[in-house]
């Protein structure tokens, strides 16, 4: 009886020594979200401006009028928007789950290895 427990033993450590990994769980991407992140989504396109151009200005960059703005994708834990501005540059701004934003010059995306600023639907547009 002791032999064949032994042997029982023996084989189930060799079988789980192969590969040289333990048995592990799928990891899942944890996604933080903040309600300033989701009530984006949700604003008119005047509203939507006024806000990025806030966040533009808040970052000590100017940004007389915003012509053209929208969702571009979500990069980590952070929602990636983008605003045109009346003087021809355009801005990437990303609003984190603390609702701080973020600003670069949509120049310098391939650069840094940051998304383009192509916008997209959002994920409220596309539901709704």
């Known amino acids: 009886m002791r032999a064949q ?10 079988a789980t020594a ?17 309600e300033a992140q989701d009530q984006l989504h949700q604003l008119s396109d005047m509203n939507r401006a006024i806000a990025l151009r ?3 200005y808040a970052s000590g960059r100017t940004c007389r009028r915003v012509e053209e703005s929208g969702y571009v994708q979500e990069y980590g834990n952070l929602s990636m928007w983008t605003a045109s501005c ?3 540059r355009s ?10 934003a ?7 995306m391939e650069t840094l290895k940051l ?4 916008i997209r639907p959002s994920p409220a547009q596309k539901t709704g």
Do not use: H
């Not at 801005?91 to 701080?100: E, L, N, Q, S, Y």
């Not at 973020?102 to 310098?108: A, F, G, K, L, S």
């Not at 998304?115 to 192509?118: E, H, I, K, S």
């Open 5 to 14: 427990l032994l042997w029982t033993l023996v084989g189930g450590l060799a």
């Open 18 to 34: 192969c590969d040289g990994s333990a048995p592990t769980q799928p990891q899942r991407a944890i996604v933080v979200r903040s």
């Open 54 to 56: 806030r966040a533009i």
């Open 86 to 88: 009346d003087s021809g």
């Open 91 to 100: 801005w990437a701004i990303f609003v984190g789950p603390d609702g701080t």
């Open 102 to 108: 973020q600003i670069r010059d949509c120049r310098e």
């Open 115 to 118: 998304p383009a600023c192509t």
